[in-house]
């Protein structure tokens, strides 16, 4: 069966995954995560694409983020993609594939899944177990939405900012919904959409979402179809 191509709309929040080939590293140091940041900042300003949240893993990362256009995500992902590649097999003295093939992606309903996501990400680190807290990981936007520090790459989404009328509220809400963590459900549904490219969200936002795209957004039952009379 045809792969069916990636759903990418755009004003639409998507939760993306890129990972290492057969789960290799795809930062060995500082410099590395340095270099994608970098890079992220440079090509989503360049292809009109909010992020506003990441967090990059030794051997992979995800992104949450919002396109202006319909082909700007693709295109701010493949640039990062070839650049990145470029630079790591130069430094590191390897030659080959670094990523395990396309990027995924899905399409999320932002009031449901917005900050869960974030969250999401945030502990990420925290459940593979490189720190203690979420605010001790470096390389994610945990810091930046906690007012630690500031970075170019991202854009907040209107949702953050309706968790307060400050900054100050904002970073003490926010901090809180980190604090009480995810439910395992929210965890596994985030990322089985991501994987499977699947649209989340509920049935009244799925339904609006078919009807701005010809491409399926979410799976067909399972079974066969129901035989027509004649």
Known sequence: MARLPRLTLPGHLHHIIQRGNNRQAIFVDREDYEMMLT???DNAQKYEVDVHAYVLMANHFHLLATPATGQGL???MQAVGRRYVQYFNRRHGRTG????GRYRSAVLQPERYLLPCMVYFDLNPVRA???GRA???LWSSHGHWLGLRSERL???HALYWALGNTPFAREAAYAALVEAGLSSQDRAALTSS???GWALGDAHFVQALQADTPR????RPAGRPPLTQK
């Open 97 to 100: 594939t670094l990523w395990e």
């Open 74 to 76: 693709p295109q701010m």
């Open 216 to 219: 399926r957004v979410t799976p």
């Open 194 to 196: 991501a994987l499977s």
């Open 154 to 156: 991202l854009s907040p």
């Open 39 to 41: 890079l992220l900042a």
């Open 135 to 137: 605010a001790d990981y």
């Open 129 to 131: 177990g490189d720190v």
